[in-house]
């Protein structure tokens, strides 16, 4: 199973990024998929998760309006569109699935890849 994160990188405030997510090893249309960040000292947090279908979206109030998480389950590939950045985006991005579902809770995603870096100067 492999995760593989990428796009993230240096940003002003302000402008956008678009990270991806590969997913190999495993059946994708079968899983739900999330994005967490861990900003340097603090925990990993939740920024959105899409269902295996895609019909439905879920984000944290801090990225609502700002972020879009979508996918391509013919590409195996999940992405999320950040607009908008802010100096509190800068992080360390973490791609999950999840299998059937599609949650804000870390603990219940099986797979995970190893991050990417995204940051945000003011």
């Known amino acids: 199973v492999q995760l593989q994160a990428s796009g993230g990188g240096l940003v002003q405030a302000g402008g956008s990024l678009r990270l991806s997510c590969e997913a190999s090893g495993f059946d994708f249309s079968d899983y739900g998929m999330g994005w967490f960040r861990q900003a340097p000292g603090k925990g990993r947090e939740f920024v959105a998760a899409?269902?295996?279908?895609?019909?439905?979206?879920y984000y944290a109030d801090s990225v609502k309006g700002r972020f879009t998480i979508s996918r391509d389950n013919a590409r195996n590939t999940v992405y999320l569109q950040m607009d908008d950045l802010e100096f509190e985006d800068t992080a360390v991005y973490y791609c999950?699935?999840?299998?059937?579902?599609?949650?804000?809770?870390?603990?219940?995603?099986?797979?995970w890849g190893p991050g990417t870096l995204v940051t945000v100067s003011s």
């Open positions: 899409i269902t295996w279908s895609g019909d439905s979206t």
């Open positions: 999950a699935a999840q299998r059937g579902l599609a949650t804000r809770t870390p603990d219940w995603y099986n797979y």
